[in-house]
DNA sequence: AGCTTACCATACGTGTGCGTATGGATAGTG
DNA sequence: CACTATCCATACGCACACGTATGGTAAGCT
């Protein structure tokens, strides 16, 4: 087996990085051949053409994303109880947490959602993703809170301000974002 | 006075129309021309180059952006007395609201906004109008709500829920995404 | 009628990016 | 050592898009 200097899933997770910075767009052949120090021979041996790139970026966001998110809640059951209310706290927190391989995955998810904006299929994915997503915060506030409505509404809610904090370029008069991200969120948990 | 067939202002719409529907690598000179019946001669001669007319873009959208949405609640003084809380009430009914010139105002919005996260200069106009439109909603939401820390963290909210809504695709075991987000609005103004 | 101005068409050069075709290099295998 | 499979480089054709240079046309003025 030869030592591929680029793998196919280098490729992906390049395409992962340009895709988080740029857009779709910018999800171009000759320049990620630029950043993994190859040509174009390389990408058209792993890949039929770019379209296929573009399918294998989704497959691994839709893969792992979801999961990605809710195990890091779950998973930090190294603590005592992890209440309802703390893993909905871990979630609000998570929004503002930038780490991951090199490359931040909120950015990753602004830019699938802004590019489902105007593609179906990309939307589909969004769609199953985000589904997942609300049920798993619909089982979370269904913990304390009993009226399904209001359980819909606060879950919006919160997907909301985790999503759309990140588009809003306001000041908040000597507090931070993180700060009233934070009040907004505990504002939403209580009772 | 020659009539033109194709006005600088005329470029500047179908820029607005073509960046609301595949973001800003979307306003694309010859695109625009052959949606204008023209040919690039024409924007030639109305600009200097391209970041002129993304500039001109940038300009008109800052300059109508805010007040066209403050007008329309302000400007509802037909009825009886308009309260601040109705008037939050039709600042989030506008969120669902696709009309103008033939160009959905929102989704102008929202291209902005994913363009702001890739372009400093954008981000500062995006900066400047989220200010703005926040400095409005605090001044409706201290009407009934005195902390000021309350204030800061439900206009976020709300404004999170306004943006943030068109970027998820989640569905609600048979609400639709129109109810859930009137639902969600009245959480926010209650009390 | 002649001239000027406003506005647009045409044609060209250049850069960039996709896809293809083909050759070369390297490691494993018989 | 020959042979093959794996992986990548090189070179090409093509399409598109920006910007420029230049010519053309119609309206208004004198």
Redesign the interface.
């Known amino acids: 087996m030869v030592v591929a200097r680029a793998p196919r899933s280098s490729w992906t997770e390049a395409g992962l990085r340009a895709l988080a910075?740029?857009?779709p767009?910018a999800v171009r052949i000759e320049a990620l051949a630029r950043t993994l120090g190859v040509t174009k021979g390389s990408f058209y041996w792993h890949f039929d053409n770019r379209h296929a790139l573009l399918d294998d970026i989704l497959d691994t966001w839709e893969r792992v994303s979801v999961d990605e998110v809710i195990e890091r809640i779950e998973g930090t059951s190294g603590d005592e109880d992890p209440t309802a209310r703390s893993k909905l706290e871990r979630l609000g927190a998570i929004a503002s947490s930038s780490e991951a391989l090199g490359i931040e995955p909120v950015?990753v998810d602004?830019?699938i959602?802004?590019w489902?904006?105007?593609d179906e299929k990309v939307?589909r994915r969004?769609?199953r993703v985000?589904?997942r997503?609300?049920d798993y915060m619909r089982s979370l506030f269904r913990t304390f809170c009993t009226d399904?409505?209001?359980v819909?509404?606060?879950c919006?809610?919160g997907?909301?301000?985790?999503?759309?904090?990140?588009?809003?370029?306001?000041?908040?008069?000597g507090?931070s974002r993180a700060e009233?991200?934070q009040?907004?969120f505990r504002?939403?948990f209580d009772a």
């Open positions: 910075a740029g857009g767009d950015a602004l830019a959602r802004d489902a904006r105007r939307a969004l769609r985000d589904n997503r609300m399904a409505t209001e819909e509404d606060r919006l809610l997907f909301s301000l985790w999503i759309g904090s990140n588009f809003i370029a306001a000041d908040h008069h507090r009233v991200i009040g907004a504002r939403l």
